[in-house]
């Protein structure tokens, strides 16, 4: 994947700097890991309790992954199985990373690909002003004929469940809460859109 500039139809987006799609530098780990955990504590993300070290290192490690994976022909050292990658992207503006999404691609047999976005992130100063629409935009623009891009949102994420909605994303089910003595399970809401 090439760096790509974009421009949101109907977003304040700067000629002088437009947004640009790229994938991310082992520097965006950082930015990425700092606003999940902000997202997390306004629970916008599952697991919605707490977003732990292990789970931070976790997910260090895979944005790690995906970044060599991207390069040099590496990433079939670091798919977990033949059929699933993850890609890790950033929205910059001139030198300022704006926004970041990290998605994990499924290959079912026939070549049919499922791209989940499981974090998208926008830093709070950068919102409402197009970034998360371009990430998820980039992914759809990727998405080849028969494949699906999806995303889960908690009950938090109604700006999110918008965004989506207005990109034509359908709502498969609805985010529950299930109460089970004295832990609740909270199950997200699927979003899914078909090319
Ligand atoms: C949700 C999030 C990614 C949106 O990013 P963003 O760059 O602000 O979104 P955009 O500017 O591209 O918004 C596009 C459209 O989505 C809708 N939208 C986005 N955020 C919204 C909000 N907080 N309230 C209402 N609508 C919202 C609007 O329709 C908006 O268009 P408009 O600005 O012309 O009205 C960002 O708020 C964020 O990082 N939140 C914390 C983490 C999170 O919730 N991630 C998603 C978890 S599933």
Redesign the pocket.
């Known amino acids: 994947m090439n760096a790509m500039l974009i421009n949101?139809p109907?977003?304040r987006t700067s000629r002088v700097h437009p947004l640009q799609i790229t994938r991310a530098a082992p520097w965006d780990i950082l930015f990425f890991l700092t606003?999940v955990e902000?997202?997390a504590a306004?629970r916008?993300?599952i697991p919605e309790i707490s977003f732990s070290q292990k789970v931070q290192n976790a997910l260090a490690l895979r944005c790690a992954k995906a970044i060599l994976g991207g390069v040099w022909g590496l990433g079939r050292l670091f798919k977990s199985d033949q059929f699933k990658s993850d890609q890790f992207v950033v929205v910059r503006r001139g030198n300022q990373t704006?926004?970041a999404a990290l998605a994990s691609t499924d290959c079912a047999e026939g070549g049919r690909k499922t791209v989940t976005?499981e974090?998208?992130?926008?830093?709070?100063r950068?919102?409402?002003?197009?970034?998360?629409?371009?990430?998820?935009r980039h992914f759809q623009a990727n998405a080849t004929d028969g494949s699906e891009v999806c995303?889960?949102?908690?009950a938090?994420?109604?700006?999110?469940q918008?965004?989506l909605r207005?990109l034509d994303f359908k709502c498969s089910n609805k985010a529950i809460s299930i109460p089970n003595g004295k832990i609740t399970h909270y199950l997200?809401s699927c979003w899914i859109w078909r090319r």
């Not at 995303?151 to 908690?154: I, M, R, S």
Request: charged share 20%; net charge neutral.
């Open positions: 949101v109907g977003h606003e902000s997202g306004e916008h993300f704006l926004g976005i974090y998208l992130v926008v830093e709070s950068f919102r409402r002003q197009g970034v998360g629409e371009a990430l998820v995303a889960y949102c908690t938090q994420s109604k700006g999110m918008k965004l207005g997200p």
